[in-house]
Protein backbone atom coordinates (compact mmCIF):
# COMPACT_ATOMS: atom_id res chain seq x y z
CA UNK A 1 0.00 0.00 0.00
CA UNK A 2 3.07 2.63 0.83
CA UNK A 3 4.25 1.86 -2.42
CA UNK A 4 1.05 2.24 -4.13
CA UNK A 5 0.88 5.46 -2.73
CA UNK A 6 4.17 6.67 -3.30
CA UNK A 7 3.71 5.84 -7.16
CA UNK A 8 0.27 7.78 -7.65
CA UNK A 9 1.89 10.76 -5.59
CA UNK A 10 4.71 10.69 -8.05
CA UNK A 11 2.56 10.07 -11.34
CA UNK A 12 0.23 13.13 -9.99
CA UNK A 13 2.17 15.44 -8.79
CA UNK A 14 6.39 15.36 -9.84
CA UNK A 15 5.74 12.80 -13.09
CA UNK A 16 3.51 16.38 -13.99
CA UNK A 17 6.65 18.52 -13.06
CA UNK A 18 8.99 17.05 -15.06
CA UNK A 19 6.61 17.47 -17.96
CA UNK A 20 6.05 20.86 -17.41
CA UNK A 21 10.26 21.18 -17.81
CA UNK A 22 10.10 18.92 -20.76
CA UNK A 23 7.35 20.79 -22.56
CA UNK A 24 9.50 23.94 -22.40
CA UNK A 25 11.89 22.22 -23.86
CA UNK A 26 9.80 21.52 -26.85
CA UNK A 27 8.19 24.73 -26.96
CA UNK A 28 11.56 26.07 -28.20
CA UNK A 29 11.68 23.55 -30.88
CA UNK A 30 8.39 24.54 -32.76
CA UNK A 31 10.61 27.65 -33.11
CA UNK A 32 13.09 28.43 -35.80
CA UNK A 33 15.73 27.10 -36.61
CA UNK A 34 14.12 23.33 -36.12
CA UNK A 35 10.59 24.81 -37.05
CA UNK A 36 8.47 21.95 -35.73
CA UNK A 37 5.56 23.58 -35.40
CA UNK A 38 3.27 20.85 -33.84
CA UNK A 39 5.13 21.18 -30.75
CA UNK A 40 4.00 24.66 -29.73
CA UNK A 41 0.44 23.04 -29.25
CA UNK A 42 1.58 19.84 -27.51
CA UNK A 43 3.92 21.95 -25.64
CA UNK A 44 1.12 23.70 -24.22
CA UNK A 45 -1.21 20.83 -24.24
CA UNK A 46 1.27 19.17 -21.56
CA UNK A 47 1.21 22.45 -19.36
CA UNK A 48 -2.34 23.14 -19.34
CA UNK A 49 -3.05 19.72 -18.76
CA UNK A 50 -0.52 19.57 -15.55
CA UNK A 51 -2.50 22.89 -14.36
CA UNK A 52 -5.50 21.48 -14.87
CA UNK A 53 -5.84 19.61 -11.22
CA UNK A 54 -2.80 22.02 -9.54
CA UNK A 55 -3.01 24.00 -6.64
CA UNK A 56 -1.95 27.96 -6.89
CA UNK A 57 1.02 27.04 -5.66
CA UNK A 58 2.04 23.99 -8.09
CA UNK A 59 0.52 25.79 -11.21
CA UNK A 60 2.97 28.27 -10.40
CA UNK A 61 5.86 26.05 -10.19
CA UNK A 62 4.63 24.30 -13.18
CA UNK A 63 4.49 27.36 -15.47
CA UNK A 64 8.28 28.05 -13.78
CA UNK A 65 9.49 24.91 -14.59
CA UNK A 66 8.05 25.21 -18.09
CA UNK A 67 10.28 28.84 -18.64
CA UNK A 68 13.51 27.01 -17.21
CA UNK A 69 12.39 24.40 -20.35
CA UNK A 70 11.72 27.03 -22.75
CA UNK A 71 14.12 30.15 -22.25
CA UNK A 72 17.09 27.72 -21.07
CA UNK A 73 17.37 26.15 -24.00
CA UNK A 74 15.63 28.90 -26.30
CA UNK A 75 17.06 32.37 -25.19
CA UNK A 76 20.76 30.98 -23.66
CA UNK A 77 22.72 32.52 -26.72
CA UNK A 78 22.89 36.12 -24.47
CA UNK A 79 26.32 34.10 -23.32
CA UNK A 80 27.62 34.34 -26.88
CA UNK A 81 26.71 38.54 -26.27
CA UNK A 82 28.07 38.51 -23.03
CA UNK A 83 31.05 36.30 -22.69
CA UNK A 84 32.55 36.30 -26.21
CA UNK A 85 32.17 40.21 -27.46
CA UNK A 86 31.01 41.60 -23.69
CA UNK A 87 34.61 40.20 -21.94
CA UNK A 88 33.05 39.01 -19.52
CA UNK A 89 34.82 35.79 -18.03
CA UNK A 90 32.60 32.44 -17.68
CA UNK A 91 31.56 32.51 -14.74
CA UNK A 92 30.39 36.20 -15.00
CA UNK A 93 28.23 35.37 -17.92
CA UNK A 94 26.92 31.92 -17.43
CA UNK A 95 25.75 33.30 -14.40
CA UNK A 96 24.28 36.23 -16.16
CA UNK A 97 22.70 33.75 -18.28
CA UNK A 98 21.32 31.80 -15.53
CA UNK A 99 19.91 34.71 -13.98
CA UNK A 100 18.21 36.04 -17.24
CA UNK A 101 16.81 33.29 -18.22
CA UNK A 102 15.44 32.69 -14.57
CA UNK A 103 13.60 36.20 -14.86
CA UNK A 104 11.79 35.89 -17.61
CA UNK A 105 11.29 31.84 -16.75
CA UNK A 106 8.69 33.61 -14.11
CA UNK A 107 5.82 34.94 -16.68
CA UNK A 108 5.01 31.26 -17.64
CA UNK A 109 4.85 30.79 -13.40
CA UNK A 110 2.61 33.93 -13.05
CA UNK A 111 0.24 32.47 -15.90
CA UNK A 112 0.17 29.52 -14.30
CA UNK A 113 -0.59 30.77 -10.70
CA UNK A 114 -2.86 33.31 -11.97
CA UNK A 115 -4.94 30.61 -14.05
CA UNK A 116 -5.63 27.81 -10.73
CA UNK A 117 -6.55 31.21 -8.54
CA UNK A 118 -9.10 32.35 -10.75
CA UNK A 119 -10.15 28.73 -11.34
CA UNK A 120 -9.43 29.09 -15.15
CA UNK A 121 -7.36 26.40 -15.51
CA UNK A 122 -10.39 24.17 -16.53
CA UNK A 123 -11.91 26.83 -18.59
CA UNK A 124 -11.83 27.03 -22.58
CA UNK A 125 -11.50 30.90 -22.79
CA UNK A 126 -10.15 32.03 -19.24
CA UNK A 127 -7.17 29.92 -19.59
CA UNK A 128 -6.06 31.36 -23.04
CA UNK A 129 -6.83 35.23 -22.03
CA UNK A 130 -4.49 34.75 -19.05
CA UNK A 131 -1.64 32.98 -21.07
CA UNK A 132 -1.72 36.03 -23.82
CA UNK A 133 -2.27 38.51 -21.23
CA UNK A 134 0.86 37.91 -19.31
CA UNK A 135 2.50 36.99 -22.93
CA UNK A 136 1.88 40.51 -23.88
CA UNK A 137 3.21 41.92 -20.31
CA UNK A 138 6.23 40.28 -21.08
CA UNK A 139 6.53 41.56 -24.53
CA UNK A 140 5.34 45.07 -24.46
CA UNK A 141 5.73 46.51 -20.98
CA UNK A 142 7.86 45.67 -19.33
CA UNK A 143 11.66 46.54 -19.66
CA UNK A 144 10.28 47.74 -22.42
CA UNK A 145 9.79 44.23 -23.50
CA UNK A 146 11.08 41.13 -24.63
CA UNK A 147 8.63 39.33 -27.04
CA UNK A 148 11.11 36.68 -28.04
CA UNK A 149 9.42 32.68 -28.24
CA UNK A 150 5.52 33.95 -28.67
CA UNK A 151 3.80 31.18 -30.00
CA UNK A 152 2.54 32.30 -32.64
CA UNK A 153 6.18 32.76 -33.86
CA UNK A 154 6.40 29.38 -34.25
CA UNK A 155 3.29 29.11 -36.60
CA UNK A 156 4.22 31.20 -39.45
CA UNK A 157 3.63 28.15 -42.14
CA UNK A 158 0.55 26.78 -40.28
CA UNK A 159 -3.33 27.33 -41.00
CA UNK A 160 -2.98 30.03 -38.02
CA UNK A 161 -1.01 32.27 -40.07
CA UNK A 162 -4.30 33.07 -41.90
CA UNK A 163 -5.53 34.94 -38.64
CA UNK A 164 -1.69 37.17 -38.66
CA UNK A 165 -2.71 40.34 -41.10
CA UNK A 166 -6.41 40.28 -38.78
CA UNK A 167 -5.01 40.24 -35.03
CA UNK A 168 -1.20 39.96 -34.97
CA UNK A 169 1.00 37.98 -32.93
CA UNK A 170 -1.04 37.71 -29.59
CA UNK A 171 -4.31 37.48 -31.16
CA UNK A 172 -3.14 34.93 -33.03
CA UNK A 173 -1.21 33.16 -30.11
CA UNK A 174 -4.81 33.57 -27.57
CA UNK A 175 -5.66 31.20 -31.20
CA UNK A 176 -2.87 28.73 -30.33
CA UNK A 177 -3.43 28.55 -26.59
CA UNK A 178 -7.43 27.95 -27.21
CA UNK A 179 -6.19 24.94 -29.38
CA UNK A 180 -4.81 24.00 -26.85
CA UNK A 181 -7.26 24.53 -24.42
CA UNK A 182 -9.71 22.47 -26.60
CA UNK A 183 -7.53 19.78 -26.52
CA UNK A 184 -6.81 19.05 -23.20
CA UNK A 185 -10.79 19.58 -22.44
CA UNK A 186 -11.51 16.60 -24.73
CA UNK A 187 -9.19 14.36 -22.81
CA UNK A 188 -11.03 15.47 -19.35
CA UNK A 189 -14.94 15.74 -20.92
CA UNK A 190 -15.15 13.27 -23.52
CA UNK A 191 -19.09 13.81 -22.99
CA UNK A 192 -18.29 17.16 -24.83
CA UNK A 193 -15.99 16.14 -27.05
CA UNK A 194 -17.71 16.40 -29.96
CA UNK A 195 -18.14 20.00 -30.25
CA UNK A 196 -14.99 20.85 -28.54
CA UNK A 197 -13.62 18.79 -31.25
CA UNK A 198 -15.72 20.69 -33.62
CA UNK A 199 -14.03 24.18 -32.16
CA UNK A 200 -10.46 23.14 -32.85
CA UNK A 201 -11.74 22.14 -36.29
CA UNK A 202 -12.90 25.39 -37.02
CA UNK A 203 -10.58 27.56 -35.97
CA UNK A 204 -7.98 25.77 -37.92
CA UNK A 205 -10.49 25.43 -41.01
CA UNK A 206 -11.02 28.84 -41.22
CA UNK A 207 -7.33 29.61 -40.29
CA UNK A 208 -6.28 27.90 -43.86
CA UNK A 209 -9.05 29.72 -45.80
CA UNK A 210 -8.00 33.36 -44.75
CA UNK A 211 -4.51 32.36 -45.65
CA UNK A 212 -6.32 32.93 -49.27
CA UNK A 213 -7.34 36.18 -49.24
CA UNK A 214 -5.00 39.43 -49.92
CA UNK A 215 -5.31 42.49 -47.79
CA UNK A 216 -2.22 44.22 -49.93
CA UNK A 217 -1.87 45.01 -53.63
CA UNK A 218 0.55 46.43 -55.71
CA UNK A 219 1.24 50.35 -56.58
CA UNK A 220 4.02 50.53 -58.44
CA UNK A 221 6.49 48.44 -60.58
CA UNK A 222 8.96 46.52 -59.12
CA UNK A 223 12.33 47.49 -57.84
CA UNK A 224 15.62 46.42 -57.89
CA UNK A 225 17.38 45.90 -54.71
CA UNK A 226 20.95 44.93 -52.76
CA UNK A 227 21.40 44.02 -49.36
CA UNK A 228 24.86 44.10 -48.94
CA UNK A 229 26.26 41.78 -45.92
CA UNK A 230 29.34 42.31 -44.51
CA UNK A 231 30.11 39.83 -42.52
CA UNK A 232 32.34 41.48 -39.91
CA UNK A 233 33.41 39.67 -36.64
CA UNK A 234 32.19 41.70 -34.03
CA UNK A 235 35.22 41.54 -32.29
CA UNK A 236 37.27 43.31 -35.12
CA UNK A 237 34.29 45.83 -36.29
CA UNK A 238 35.40 48.37 -33.96
CA UNK A 239 38.65 47.92 -34.06
CA UNK A 240 40.80 51.37 -35.57
CA UNK A 241 42.91 49.42 -37.34
CA UNK A 242 39.63 48.24 -39.24
CA UNK A 243 37.48 51.24 -39.45
CA UNK A 244 39.16 52.43 -43.12
CA UNK A 245 39.01 48.65 -44.28
CA UNK A 246 35.17 48.09 -43.56
CA UNK A 247 34.43 51.22 -45.35
CA UNK A 248 36.46 50.13 -48.69
CA UNK A 249 34.71 46.97 -48.36
CA UNK A 250 31.08 48.25 -48.13
CA UNK A 251 31.50 51.13 -51.03
CA UNK A 252 33.57 48.56 -53.45
CA UNK A 253 29.97 46.28 -53.03
CA UNK A 254 28.26 48.83 -53.78
CA UNK A 255 29.78 50.51 -56.37
CA UNK A 256 29.27 46.65 -58.32
CA UNK A 257 25.78 47.39 -57.49
CA UNK A 258 24.96 51.44 -58.85
CA UNK A 259 22.09 51.17 -60.87
CA UNK A 260 20.14 49.66 -58.57
CA UNK A 261 16.87 50.76 -56.80
CA UNK A 262 17.86 50.37 -53.72
CA UNK A 263 21.12 49.40 -51.75
CA UNK A 264 20.87 48.91 -48.32
CA UNK A 265 23.87 48.22 -45.58
CA UNK A 266 23.28 46.42 -42.32
CA UNK A 267 23.24 47.99 -38.86
CA UNK A 268 26.33 50.29 -37.24
CA UNK A 269 27.90 49.19 -41.09
CA UNK A 270 29.87 52.01 -40.53
CA UNK A 271 32.30 52.12 -37.38
CA UNK A 272 32.15 55.67 -36.61
CA UNK A 273 30.25 58.73 -36.06
CA UNK A 274 28.49 60.85 -38.60
CA UNK A 275 30.54 63.57 -38.03
CA UNK A 276 34.06 61.84 -38.29
CA UNK A 277 32.75 60.13 -41.87
CA UNK A 278 30.45 63.05 -43.31
CA UNK A 279 33.06 65.06 -45.68
CA UNK A 280 35.73 62.52 -47.16
CA UNK A 281 33.24 59.27 -47.36
CA UNK A 282 29.19 60.08 -47.41
CA UNK A 283 28.89 62.82 -49.72
CA UNK A 284 30.88 61.12 -52.17
CA UNK A 285 28.77 58.15 -51.82
CA UNK A 286 25.57 60.96 -51.71
CA UNK A 287 27.17 62.02 -55.43
CA UNK A 288 27.40 58.74 -56.89
CA UNK A 289 23.88 57.20 -55.49
CA UNK A 290 22.40 60.43 -56.87
CA UNK A 291 24.22 60.16 -60.61
CA UNK A 292 23.64 56.54 -60.98
CA UNK A 293 19.75 57.17 -59.49
CA UNK A 294 20.49 54.92 -56.68
CA UNK A 295 19.00 55.36 -53.38
CA UNK A 296 21.57 53.65 -50.71
CA UNK A 297 20.65 53.26 -46.86
CA UNK A 298 23.64 52.94 -44.79
CA UNK A 299 23.50 52.60 -40.66
CA UNK A 300 25.97 54.40 -38.56
CA UNK A 301 26.04 56.01 -35.09
CA UNK A 302 24.97 59.75 -34.19
CA UNK A 303 26.30 62.27 -32.00
CA UNK A 304 23.96 64.46 -30.68
CA UNK A 305 23.33 67.58 -29.39
CA UNK A 306 25.54 67.31 -26.28
CA UNK A 307 27.94 64.95 -24.92
CA UNK A 308 24.98 62.98 -23.57
CA UNK A 309 23.22 62.17 -26.41
CA UNK A 310 24.39 58.71 -29.19
CA UNK A 311 21.90 57.57 -31.43
CA UNK A 312 21.87 54.54 -33.39
CA UNK A 313 20.73 55.61 -36.69
CA UNK A 314 19.65 54.96 -40.57
CA UNK A 315 20.35 57.39 -42.97
CA UNK A 316 19.71 57.81 -46.67
CA UNK A 317 21.70 58.97 -49.50
CA UNK A 318 20.83 59.10 -52.72
CA UNK A 319 18.00 61.60 -54.52
CA UNK A 320 16.70 62.43 -51.09
CA UNK A 321 18.55 62.43 -47.86
CA UNK A 322 17.36 61.64 -44.64
CA UNK A 323 17.69 60.48 -41.04
CA UNK A 324 16.37 57.87 -38.41
CA UNK A 325 17.50 57.12 -35.16
CA UNK A 326 16.22 54.01 -33.26
CA UNK A 327 13.52 54.43 -30.67
CA UNK A 328 13.29 51.06 -29.28
CA UNK A 329 16.29 50.54 -26.95
CA UNK A 330 17.51 47.42 -26.44
CA UNK A 331 17.90 47.24 -21.89
CA UNK A 332 20.78 46.37 -20.75
CA UNK A 333 22.83 46.64 -24.51
CA UNK A 334 22.00 50.22 -25.41
CA UNK A 335 20.52 51.80 -22.46
CA UNK A 336 20.83 50.40 -18.58
CA UNK A 337 17.31 49.95 -16.37
CA UNK A 338 17.41 50.03 -12.69
CA UNK A 339 20.01 52.63 -12.19
CA UNK A 340 22.19 52.65 -10.21
CA UNK A 341 21.84 49.11 -9.28
CA UNK A 342 22.55 47.74 -12.99
CA UNK A 343 24.90 49.99 -13.76
CA UNK A 344 27.18 49.25 -10.47
CA UNK A 345 26.54 45.27 -10.73
CA UNK A 346 28.08 45.35 -14.74
CA UNK A 347 30.93 47.62 -13.40
CA UNK A 348 32.08 45.28 -10.87
CA UNK A 349 31.85 42.80 -13.78
CA UNK A 350 33.95 44.68 -15.88
CA UNK A 351 31.12 44.66 -18.80
CA UNK A 352 30.88 48.05 -20.92
CA UNK A 353 27.39 48.37 -22.73
CA UNK A 354 26.14 51.27 -24.57
CA UNK A 355 24.33 54.16 -23.68
CA UNK A 356 22.11 55.35 -26.80
CA UNK A 357 19.61 58.07 -26.55
CA UNK A 358 15.76 56.91 -28.22
CA UNK A 359 15.18 58.92 -31.08
CA UNK A 360 11.43 59.41 -30.54
CA UNK A 361 7.87 58.82 -31.71
CA UNK A 362 7.85 61.92 -34.03
CA UNK A 363 10.39 60.85 -36.92
CA UNK A 364 9.32 61.55 -40.33
CA UNK A 365 9.34 58.59 -42.69
CA UNK A 366 12.23 57.98 -44.83
CA UNK A 367 12.19 57.42 -48.30
CA UNK A 368 13.97 55.42 -51.16
CA UNK A 369 13.40 54.03 -54.43
CA UNK A 370 10.41 57.09 -54.81
CA UNK A 371 8.96 55.22 -51.94
CA UNK A 372 8.89 55.69 -48.37
CA UNK A 373 9.13 52.82 -46.09
CA UNK A 374 9.20 52.03 -41.93
CA UNK A 375 12.37 51.87 -40.43
CA UNK A 376 13.30 49.52 -37.72
CA UNK A 377 17.54 48.82 -35.99
CA UNK A 378 18.01 46.15 -34.64
CA UNK A 379 15.31 44.17 -32.53
CA UNK A 380 12.77 46.87 -33.10
CA UNK A 381 11.50 44.73 -35.36
CA UNK A 382 9.80 42.12 -33.04
CA UNK A 383 7.17 44.78 -32.22
CA UNK A 384 4.29 44.65 -34.04
CA UNK A 385 2.57 48.31 -33.36
CA UNK A 386 5.59 49.78 -33.89
CA UNK A 387 6.03 49.28 -37.31
CA UNK A 388 2.61 50.02 -38.29
CA UNK A 389 3.21 53.71 -37.40
CA UNK A 390 3.77 55.32 -40.94
CA UNK A 391 1.21 53.28 -42.99
CA UNK A 392 -0.38 53.05 -45.10
CA UNK A 393 1.42 55.64 -46.50
CA UNK A 394 4.77 53.55 -46.14
CA UNK A 395 5.37 50.99 -49.50
CA UNK A 396 7.63 48.06 -47.65
CA UNK A 397 9.71 47.87 -44.44
CA UNK A 398 13.35 47.87 -43.43
CA UNK A 399 14.93 46.17 -40.97
CA UNK A 400 18.83 46.50 -40.31
CA UNK A 401 20.39 44.74 -37.47
CA UNK A 402 23.12 43.37 -36.06
CA UNK A 403 22.95 39.25 -34.87
CA UNK A 404 26.65 39.08 -34.81
CA UNK A 405 26.60 39.57 -31.03
CA UNK A 406 25.07 36.28 -30.87
CA UNK A 407 27.61 34.06 -33.07
CA UNK A 408 26.64 31.21 -34.94
CA UNK A 409 23.81 30.47 -32.08
CA UNK A 410 20.17 29.99 -33.15
CA UNK A 411 19.43 33.66 -32.34
CA UNK A 412 19.32 34.45 -35.63
CA UNK A 413 17.35 32.43 -37.23
CA UNK A 414 14.75 33.22 -34.28
CA UNK A 415 15.30 36.81 -35.48
CA UNK A 416 14.66 35.94 -38.78
CA UNK A 417 11.23 34.72 -38.19
CA UNK A 418 10.36 37.73 -35.77
CA UNK A 419 10.80 39.70 -39.01
CA UNK A 420 8.94 37.56 -41.58
CA UNK A 421 5.60 37.77 -38.65
CA UNK A 422 5.80 41.49 -39.30
CA UNK A 423 5.74 41.17 -43.17
CA UNK A 424 2.32 39.10 -42.93
CA UNK A 425 1.43 42.25 -40.62
CA UNK A 426 1.70 44.51 -42.81
CA UNK A 427 1.03 42.96 -46.06
CA UNK A 428 4.13 44.52 -47.40
CA UNK A 429 7.70 43.65 -48.58
CA UNK A 430 10.38 43.39 -45.86
CA UNK A 431 14.39 44.05 -46.92
CA UNK A 432 16.48 42.87 -44.32
CA UNK A 433 19.94 43.37 -43.87
CA UNK A 434 22.17 42.33 -41.53
CA UNK A 435 26.22 42.29 -40.90
CA UNK A 436 26.59 38.05 -40.06
CA UNK A 437 23.39 36.57 -41.56
CA UNK A 438 20.27 36.14 -41.56
CA UNK A 439 19.70 38.70 -44.52
CA UNK A 440 16.63 38.11 -46.63
CA UNK A 441 13.85 39.76 -48.45
CA UNK A 442 10.93 38.73 -47.24
CA UNK A 443 7.39 38.92 -49.00
CA UNK A 444 4.10 39.96 -47.79
CA UNK A 445 2.89 36.27 -46.93
CA UNK A 446 5.95 35.72 -44.52
CA UNK A 447 7.79 33.46 -47.23
CA UNK A 448 11.46 34.28 -48.16
CA UNK A 449 11.85 35.69 -51.70
CA UNK A 450 16.02 35.85 -51.60
CA UNK A 451 18.12 35.37 -48.58
CA UNK A 452 22.04 34.97 -48.47
CA UNK A 453 24.11 32.33 -46.74
CA UNK A 454 25.14 33.54 -43.76
CA UNK A 455 28.61 33.93 -42.72
CA UNK A 456 29.92 35.39 -45.71
CA UNK A 457 30.38 38.22 -47.45
CA UNK A 458 28.30 38.91 -50.37
CA UNK A 459 25.45 41.18 -51.63
CA UNK A 460 21.88 39.79 -51.83
CA UNK A 461 19.91 40.86 -55.09
CA UNK A 462 16.48 40.70 -55.72
CA UNK A 463 13.25 42.98 -56.93
CA UNK A 464 10.46 44.12 -54.44
CA UNK A 465 6.94 45.42 -55.18
CA UNK A 466 5.73 48.48 -53.71
CA UNK A 467 2.70 47.58 -51.83
CA UNK A 468 -0.30 49.94 -50.90
CA UNK A 469 -3.87 49.31 -48.50
CA UNK A 470 -4.25 48.06 -45.41
CA UNK A 471 -4.22 44.63 -43.07
CA UNK A 472 -6.69 44.81 -40.49
CA UNK A 473 -4.30 44.64 -38.53
CA UNK A 474 -2.28 47.15 -39.53
CA UNK A 475 -5.54 49.65 -38.72
CA UNK A 476 -5.63 48.51 -35.50
CA UNK A 477 -2.75 47.16 -33.81
CA UNK A 478 -2.91 45.01 -31.44
CA UNK A 479 -4.73 47.40 -28.79
CA UNK A 480 -8.49 45.38 -30.07
CA UNK A 481 -6.65 42.62 -28.45
CA UNK A 482 -5.02 43.24 -25.61
CA UNK A 483 -8.63 45.30 -24.46
CA UNK A 484 -10.29 41.95 -24.82
CA UNK A 485 -7.33 39.99 -22.89
CA UNK A 486 -8.11 42.70 -20.41
CA UNK A 487 -11.66 42.46 -20.33
CA UNK A 488 -11.93 38.56 -20.15
CA UNK A 489 -9.38 39.21 -17.36
CA UNK A 490 -11.62 40.85 -15.68
CA UNK A 491 -14.91 38.51 -16.19
CA UNK A 492 -13.14 35.58 -14.93
CA UNK A 493 -11.95 38.04 -11.61
CA UNK A 494 -15.56 38.83 -10.90
CA UNK A 495 -16.31 35.22 -11.66
CA UNK A 496 -14.15 33.77 -9.25
CA UNK A 497 -15.46 36.30 -6.30
CA UNK A 498 -18.84 35.17 -6.84
CA UNK A 499 -18.14 31.27 -7.01
CA UNK A 500 -15.97 31.73 -3.86
CA UNK A 501 -19.23 33.74 -1.84
CA UNK A 502 -21.35 30.87 -3.31
CA UNK A 503 -19.30 28.46 -1.32
CA UNK A 504 -19.30 30.75 2.04
CA UNK A 505 -22.65 30.92 1.66
CA UNK A 506 -23.34 26.98 1.12
Known sequence: MPNQNLS????????????????????????????????????????????????????LWRGYLFGLGSFGTGVSWVYVSIHDYGHASALAAGTLTALF?????????????????????????????????VEYFRGVLLLNG???????????HTPLAGYIPLVGAYGTGLLLALSATLVVAMLHQPEQRRWQGGGLIMIWLVGGVLQTVTWTQSIGKPLS????????????????????????????LTARHWGTDIIVWPESAIPAYLSEVEGFYLFPLQTEAGQHHSDLIVSLPVEGDNAHEMYNSVLTL????????KNHLLPFGEYMPWQPVSGYILNKLDIRLGNFTPGGDAQPLLKAGGYPFITSICYEDAFGDANIVGLPEAAYLVNVTNDAWFGNSIEPHQHLQIAQMRAIETGRFMLRTTNTG???VIAPDGSLAAKAEPFTTTVLTSSITPMGGMT???????????LGLLMGFLVWLVYWRVAVKAVELK
Open 8 to 59: KHFQSGYLRDLLALTAGGLFTLAFSPFDHAALAPLALILLFAGWRYATPLRG
Open 318 to 325: GRLRGIFS
Open 225 to 252: VALIQGNIPQDQKWLPENQLKTMTMYKD
Open 472 to 482: PYARMGDWPVV
Open 438 to 440: MTA
Open 101 to 133: CAFWSLFPALAGWLAVLCRANRSLLGLPLIWVL
Open 146 to 156: FPWLLGAYSQL
